[in-house]
């Protein structure tokens, strides 16, 4: 089959929740639940961590300093990347396209911290055919870059990808490029959409 299907993974295959993370951390640091909540999910130090710019040690190093946390370095990436939870539509959906042979492909802005999180806990997340990260293009969605990474790995272009994700503006980018592009709202709606897709 030519067509590719391409995912996002937060709130389209796995939904996740900021607020777990904060509430854990705040537990062991000097800043409160809500202002944790919002560093976790914004802050210009957790932009940097999922293009890559910064490592791992650095964005622990750069975030205990700013919330005040009194924890080991282990037990903040646990409680940072613990935050999330399978949609299982969506997960059933994929299989499905599994099955039929349909090429799928991973396509999210996400840190390594969460990646070796879900890979760990989530069995769906070893079956696609290959995976474009943030992290390591350096480059976030709507950025064309790494839009020219999936196409690159994917082998595909245009119409040939069809793309689902929760978020308009990464869904313009895919669109202004020709991919087939669904913005994710509920399961049932993007299976039918991605059904129409591969007619």
Known sequence: MNTAVVFDLGKVLVDFDYSIAARRIAARSSMPIEAIDGFIGASDITVKYELG???????????????????????????????????????ALHAELRARGVPTYIFSNTNDLAVEHVRRNFPFFKNFDGYIYSYEIGAMKPDARIYEALERLAGRRGAEIVYLDDRPENIAGGAARGWQAILHETPAKSRAAVEKCLL
């Not at 710019?53 to 205990?64: M, N, S, W, Y």
């Not at 282990?74 to 399978?86: H, M």
């Open 53 to 91: 710019l910064v490592t791992r040690r650095e964005f622990f190093e750069r975030a205990r300093q700013a919330i005040g946390f009194g924890g080991t370095f282990e037990e903040f990436g646990e409680f940072f990347a613990d935050i999330f939870t399978e949609i299982p539509p969506m997960i």
